[in-house]
Antibody, heavy 116, light 109 residues
Framework: EVQLVQSGAGVKKPGSTVQISCKVS????????IHWVQQAPGQGLDWMGL????????IFAEKFQDRVTITADTSRNTAYMEVRNLRSEDTAMYYC?????????WGQGTLVTVSS | EVVVTQSPGTLSLSPGDRVTLSCRTS???????LSWYQQKPGQAPRLLIY???NRATGIPDRFSGSGSGTDFILTISRLEPEDFAVYYC??????????FGGGTKVEIK
């Protein structure tokens, strides 16, 4: 069974940094990009970017390229997404996902709340 | 960057109704890379359709997709109670940029 298990929810202060992990099991980690998707409360899905686990190459949506870093550790079958200089508008559920045609798996989501 | 626009924003319908959801892209996209998702409250999105018209594993045949170029459609032939949810279309471009539409909420009338 393929599972993407994300790290837990948290409350962060404005200006701080959050890192979310996404551990993949039951799937060859290097076979597909790992995507990250943001969903603000009551809003739609917003694609943030992806990482190629093979070589660490990343691609970002323009909106996220300044404050977001995505990495992959093949030794741990885990991808990471970091958002720096958090703002209130970063309060959202964050999902990691494998999106490759009919191959489509999602993590359970990680809720990040930015509040002073 | 390809912009994906879904319409309408909300549909109020009854069980048994036929549903047609629209997805329009700002430029022509490959039919191979147009997908539809269903999302219910508190859940991650679930893939319904990939490659414009292919049902994902376990998806009932009341769901169907069609379209080409810039215009795509998701049809639910007969709404079941469990189909009330938000539906998103998604395109995946040659530049590896991925975009979701804003979603269509199908609610009970």
């Amino acid at each position: 069974e393929v599972q993407l298990v994300q790290s837990g929810a948290g409350v962060k202060k404005p200006g701080s940094t959050v890192q979310i992990s996404c551990k993949v099991s039951g799937y060859t980690f290097s076979d597909s990009y790992i995507h990250w998707v943001q969903q603000a409360p009551g809003q739609g899905l917003d694609w943030m970017g992806l990482v190629d686990p093979v070589d660490g190459e990343t691609i970002f949506a323009e909106k996220f390229q300044d404050r977001v870093t995505i990495t992959a550790d093949t030794s741990r079958n885990t991808a990471y997404m970091e958002v720096r200089n958090l703002r209130s508008e970063d309060t959202a559920m964050y999902y990691c996902a494998i999106i490759n045609g009919w191959t489509n798996y999602w993590g359970q989501g990680t809720l990040v709340t930015v509040s002073s | 960057e390809v912009v994906v626009t879904q319409s309408p924003g909300t549909l109020s319908l009854s069980p048994g109704d036929r549903v047609t959801l629209s997805c329009r892209t700002s430029q022509s996209v490959s039919s191979d890379y147009l997908s539809w998702y269903q999302q219910k409250p508190g859940q991650a999105p679930r893939l319904l359709i990939y490659g414009t018209s292919n049902r994902a594993t376990g998806i009932p045949d009341r769901f169907s997709g069609s379209g080409s170029g810039t215009d795509f459609i998701l049809t639910i032939s007969r709404l079941e109670p469990e189909d009330f949810a938000v539906y998103y279309c998604q395109q995946y471009g040659s530049s590896r940029l991925l975009t979701f539409g804003g979603g269509t909420k199908v609610e009970i009338k």
